[in-house]
């Protein structure tokens, strides 16, 4: 039986995907959350295979609570946004499924066992999208959130005590960010780095 939990911060998504799904002889909805800090809070206490999340939520992104989720836990981005630079970043934070709100319910079985199985799921126009990314973007993309915090202001010319200063960081944690960043970026100084993020520094 695939154990799923579903995040979503409007009730009806939740309601109509969980009956769907229950119509499956071997998928069974556990849990229920309609944000990421409520299923943070949630999942940390019971053990799900699949977890089916919404990227646009209003108070967090989806993104933000993959960053968190045990590995062990095969998470679908569920979204309205499927640009191809959107789904590299759920990609690379973890995903492994990435599906449109506009999807089919047979789409959406066909995911959840895939990636319950250990296997990736990604429509076809998706496949599609990822092929025509931009390189620096793709890049980007594999930056944690405080990493690309970091090299976005370092971008503007501030320099790693001034970055310190104002994210209340010690100069230690923002040299240890910048050199992991830049060497997923394989960058060797802020000036590279303002091909990454050009509009910091218009």
């Known amino acids: 039986m695939i154990t799923i939990a579903l995040v979503d911060d409007h009730v009806i998504v939740r309601s109509g995907f969980a ?16 944000s990421a800090q409520e299923a943070r809070n949630g999942l940390a206490k019971q053990s799900v295979d699949v ?15 993959l960053e968190d989720l045990s590995r062990n836990i095969a998470c679908i981005m569920l979204s309205v946004h499927d640009t191809a630079t959107v789904v590299n970043k759920a990609l690379t934070t973890g995903a492994k499924g ?31 999208q990822l092929g025509s990314i931009d390189p620096y973007q793709q890049s980007v993309a594999c930056l944690t959130k405080r990493e690309r915090q970091i090299s976005e202001m370092l971008a503007t010319g ?8 104002e994210l209340g960081l010690s100069h230690k944690t923002v040299h240890v960010h910048r050199a992991n960043a830049m060497d997923k970026l394989n ?16």
């Open 51 to 65: 977890c089916i999340i919404d990227i646009s939520m209003p108070d967090e992104s989806g993104l933000t609570l």
């Open 187 to 202: 960058v060797s100084n802020n000036v590279e780095l303002v091909k990454y993020f050009p509009q910091e520094v218009l």
């Open 19 to 34: 009956q769907l799904l229950s119509l499956e002889s071997d998928m069974m909805v556990i849990s229920q959350f309609s």
């Open 158 to 165: 501030l320099d790693v005590k001034a970055v310190a200063v």
């Open 98 to 128: 990435y599906l449109s709100k506009r999807c089919s319910p047979d789409e959406l079985t066909q995911a959840v066992r895939k990636v319950a199985n250990g296997e990736r799921y990604l429509a076809s126009d998706i496949e599609t």
